[in-house]
């Protein structure tokens, strides 16, 4: 079962536009989300993440929008460029708590996120 | 500072044989995943460490995946004999702790012929 959702698959946006990627999820134990960005060839980085007691967060032109009642959370990428033509993957865990399952992130399947010029 | 570091970076095998895959993390991070990650997915958790301890090894297919972190710093996972289906890239990341942000590796590419 996947326990992270996340849409669209696939998005193209044009350059100088607002990209937004959501992820919905089940579990309410989850209190750690990040986003992560992947290039062709490389490892996921992590682009920013966030905690369930704040409902935004922002770094530069990236921002995570959270919705704990919803059980929702998106990446809103503001004056796309395309440098920022990669692989986003949402991913939750839970970290406040000590135990052999915590600490795991549990992913969404990925969007795929092409800037034209 | 360097960062989570794997080798080699592409593997082809023929079905039935062994394969290994090393890893080693950001220095001082006690934490050490490994990651898999099929074509147009998400990565999925495999096996975490906190130094050489396996924590969380409930998704490792045990039959035929190993793996071990002597001394709790670098990692090697090995799959025996190797099928088909096991081609996809394998990730190792590495944090602090399990409640701190983690670093992934550009990864192994494993292709299984």
């Known amino acids: 079962q996947q326990q992270v959702k996340q849409s669209p698959q696939s998005l193209i946006v044009q350059k100088g536009g607002i990209s937004i990627i959501n992820c919905a999820y089940e579990?309410?134990?989850?209190?750690?989300f990040p986003w992560y960005q992947q290039f062709p060839g490389k490892g996921p980085a992590l682009l920013i993440a966030?905690?369930?007691?704040?409902s935004e967060k922002k770094e530069g032109r990236f921002t995570i929008s959270f919705n704990k009642s919803a059980k929702q959370f998106s990446l809103h990428i503001m004056d796309s460029q395309p440098g920022d033509s990669a692989t986003y993957f949402c991913?939750?865990?839970?970290?406040?708590?000590?135990?052999?399952?915590?600490?795991?992130?549990?992913f969404g399947r990925g969007t795929q996120l092409t800037v034209w010029p | 500072e360097a960062g989570v570091v794997q080798s080699p970076r592409y593997k082809i095998i023929e079905k039935k044989q062994p394969v290994a895959f090393w890893c080693n993390p950001i220095?001082?991070?006690?934490?050490l995943y490994w990651y898999l990650q099929n074509l147009g997915q998400g990565p999925e958790l495999l096996i975490r460490?906190?130094?050489?301890?396996?924590?969380?090894d409930s998704q490792l297919p045990k039959d035929r995946f190993s793996a071990e972190r002597l001394k709790g710093v670098d990692s090697t996972l090995k799959i025996q004999p190797a099928e088909l289906g096991d081609s996809a890239v394998y990730l190792c990341?590495?944090?602090?702790?399990?409640?701190?942000?983690?670093?992934f590796g550009q990864g192994t590419r494993l292709t299984v012929v």
């Open positions: 966030i905690r369930p007691d704040v």
């Open positions: 460490y906190e130094n050489e301890e396996a924590v969380d």
């Open positions: 991913a939750a865990s839970r970290v406040r708590v000590r135990g052999s399952t915590l600490g795991r992130l549990y």
């Open positions: 579990n309410t134990a989850f209190d750690y």
């Open positions: 990341a590495s944090s602090l702790t399990q409640n701190t942000e983690a670093f």
């Open positions: 220095s001082g991070h006690n934490t």
